[in-house]
Antibody, heavy 123, light 110 residues
Framework: EVQLVESGGVVVQPGGSLRLSCAAS????????MHWVRQAPGKGLEWVSL????????YYADSVKGRFTISRDNSKNSLYLQMNSLRTEDTALYYC????????????????WGQGTLVTVSS | QSALTQPPSVSGSPGQSVTISCTGT?????????VSWYQQPPGTAPKLMIY???NRPSGVPDRFSGSKSGNTASLTISGLQAEDEADYYC??????????FGGGTKLTVL
């Protein structure tokens, strides 16, 4: 059974930093592109970033480019999101999501999602 | 990047059909057959309902169908059931190698 378990969400002040983690199990982690998607309270979904199965390619939404860094450790079946220079508008539930396609970078369709970890940016 | 355009809400009675539209541009929906639809009941994570415009993952009822014409994709739910009540989001791959989601549509089963 595929499981994605996010952690690391806390309350942080504007300008602060935070690292989110996602522990994956139930599939061959290093065969799939992984994503972070966020959802502000009461709002819609926003794609944040992706990293290829081998960690060699990364893409970011314009809203986080230059502030967030996605990474993965295939030896630990783990995905990460380093969040710097946090803003109040980054407040959201952050989901880790698995790409549907085997070793694919250009479809961005998600067949499994975690339950999310809540990041609150507030003074 | 602004969101793909979806109606904020739709409704229908049990047994009826509803269609949710998702309008993008020639840089996303219009250029790629990489449109997905997700169902999100309150307080839960999204669930993939349709991928590549019209394909259903295993376990998704065939009451759910997807299509696309030009820059607009559509999700049709036939034979509405109470359990279909949820928020629905479309998404599309873009020419910038990123993903745009729709703003979401709240489906109410009357």
């Amino acid at each position: 059974e595929v499981q994605l378990v996010e952690s690391g969400g806390v309350v942080v002040q504007p300008g602060g930093s935070l690292r989110l983690s996602c522990a994956a199990s139930g599939f061959t982690f290093d065969d799939y592109t992984m994503h972070w998607v966020r959802q502000a309270p009461g709002k819609g979904l926003e794609w944040v970033s992706l990293i290829s199965w081998d960690g060699g390619s990364t893409y970011y939404a314009d809203s986080v480019k230059g502030r967030f860094t996605i990474s993965r450790d295939n030896s630990k079946n783990s995905l990460y999101l380093q969040m710097n220079s946090l803003r109040t508008e980054d407040t959201a539930l952050y989901y880790c999501a698995k790409d549907l396609w085997f070793r694919e970078l250009s479809k961005l369709e998600f067949d499994y999602w975690g339950q999310g970890t809540l990041v609150t940016v507030s003074s | 990047q602004s969101a793909l355009t979806q109606p904020p809400s739709v409704s229908g009675s049990p047994g009826q059909s509803v269609t949710i539209s998702c309008t993008g541009t020639s840089s996303d929906v219009g250029s790629y057959n990489r449109v997905s639809w997700y169902q999100q009941p309150p307080g839960t994570a999204p669930k993939l309902m349709i991928y590549e415009v019209s394909n259903r993952p295993s376990g998704v009822p065939d009451r759910f169908s997807g299509s696309k014409s030009g820059n607009t994709a559509s999700l049709t739910i036939s034979g509405l059931q109470a359990e279909d009540e949820a928020d629905y989001y479309c998404s599309s791959y873009t020419s910038s190698s990123t993903l745009r989601f729709g703003g979401g549509t709240k489906l109410t089963v009357l």
